[in-house]
Nanobody
Framework: QVQLVESGGGVVQPGGSLRLSCAASGTLLRYYVMGWYRQASGNKRERVAFITSDSTTDYEDFVKGRFTISRDKAKNTKYLQMNDLKPEDTAAYFC?????????WGQGTQVTVSS
């Protein structure tokens, strides 16, 4: 059974940085296109970035130039380096495949950007 576990969130001041990790159990998702998503309180979940099996990446405009997605295939782990964080980046962050598979949503990791 696939399990995705996100970690690395926290409270940071505007302009700060965080690095999120997403560890996947099993090998099923190792060659999937994987993405990071986020959901702010009261809002719909939205995609932030994705990475393909050959490490091609793409980002939504609102994080482009500030966030970097990467993956370590050997560890079956995905990362999201977030720099120059803004208050509007405050949300719970999740990883999942692209498109997302409902059964694979994890608990997410909370990122709060506040002075």
């Amino acid at each position: 059974q696939v399990q995705l576990v996100e970690s690395g969130g926290g409270v940071v001041q505007p302009g700060g940085s965080l690095r999120l990790s997403c560890a996947a159990s099993g090998t099923l998702l190792r060659y999937y296109v994987m993405g990071w998503y986020r959901q702010a309180s009261g809002n719909k979940r939205e995609r932030v970035a994705f990475i393909t099996s050959d490490s091609t990446t793409d980002y939504e405009d609102f994080v482009k130039g500030r966030f970097t997605i990467s993956r370590d295939k050997a560890k079956n782990t995905k990362y999201l380096q977030m720099n120059d964080l803004k208050p509007e980046d405050t949300a719970a962050y999740f990883c999942n495949s692209i498109p997302p598979i409902d059964d694979y949503w994890g608990q997410g990791t909370q990122v709060t950007v506040s002075s």
